[in-house]
């Protein structure tokens, strides 16, 4: 069955410290990888994604995330926090299944950032 | 705002009862998706539909439906509501059926008492 894994419950941190949050998935296949974002009482909100090319991607208000297919790992990270980025950050993954094209995501349990001012 | 909007925000009802809960997709998507997220589960998927067809089935209940009309704006049906069917429903809407980029309304907290 199709899984992914969030390392972490809860990460607290001091604004401008620097946050990686990893997030690993079961499926051998090709995937698209996802991070959402969800602030409090708000609706899940697209970080950045990965469909293909350079594994390396960069999101939204300063997150990046890097695909290591060897690993089948796609890790969030920021450099520099602010207390602003208090928030759950969800990993998802999307299978593409030979002649699927299905738009189902599978999230992992998300992590719980918060940043201290 | 995502341009999803889901209706009601929040809902409380007594166990065996039934609920509707609503969802308009963003203007012009095709594709709707229905997501639980509760405490103990995560976010689970439930059902998708595009264009009015269903078109993927996921850990949703045999008590619980869904449909989505020629207009595009989508229902869940959640019946003989049981305490642990307490949970935040999110509905979300892509263009298309691969969903490339998906939209999450704010969901619609149900609590089952």
């Known amino acids: 069955a199709q899984s992914v894994s969030q390392h972490n419950h809860h990460v607290i941190l001091s604004e401008a410290a620097s946050l990686e949050l990893g997030c690993n998935y079961s499926?051998?296949?090709?995937?698209?990888l996802f991070w959402y974002v969800q602030y409090p009482g708000q609706h899940l909100q697209l970080l950045l994604k990965?469909?293909?090319?350079?594994?390396l991607v960069k999101g939204i208000k300063g997150f990046e995330a890097e695909f290591i297919k060897s690993k089948f790992s796609f890790n969030l990270r920021k450099p520099s926090v602010q207390w602003s980025d208090t928030a759950e950050y969800f990993c998802a993954v999307k299978r593409l299944d030979r002649g699927s094209t299905l738009g189902r995501l599978y999230f992992g349990r998300g992590t719980q950032l918060t940043v201290w001012p | 705002d995502s341009g999803v909007t889901q209706t009601p925000k929040h809902l409380i009802t007594a166990t065996g009862q039934r609920v509707t809960l609503r969802c308009s997709p963003r203007s012009g998507d095709l594709s709707v998706y229905w997501y639980q997220q509760s405490l103990d589960q995560g976010l689970q998927f439930l059902i998708q539909y595009y264009n009015g067809e269903e078109r993927a089935k996921g850990n949703i209940l045999e008590r619980f439906s869904a449909q989505q009309f020629p207009d595009l704006h989508s229902e869940l049906n959640l019946s003989s509501l049981e305490l642990g069917d307490s949970a935040l429903y999110f509905c979300?809407?892509?263009?298309?059926?691969?969903?490339?980029?998906?939209?999450f309304g704010e969901g619609s907290w149900l609590t089952v008492v």
């Open positions: 990965y469909f293909s090319g350079d594994p």
């Open positions: 979300a809407s892509s263009l298309t059926t691969s969903g490339n980029t998906i939209y």
């Open positions: 499926y051998g296949g090709t995937v698209n």
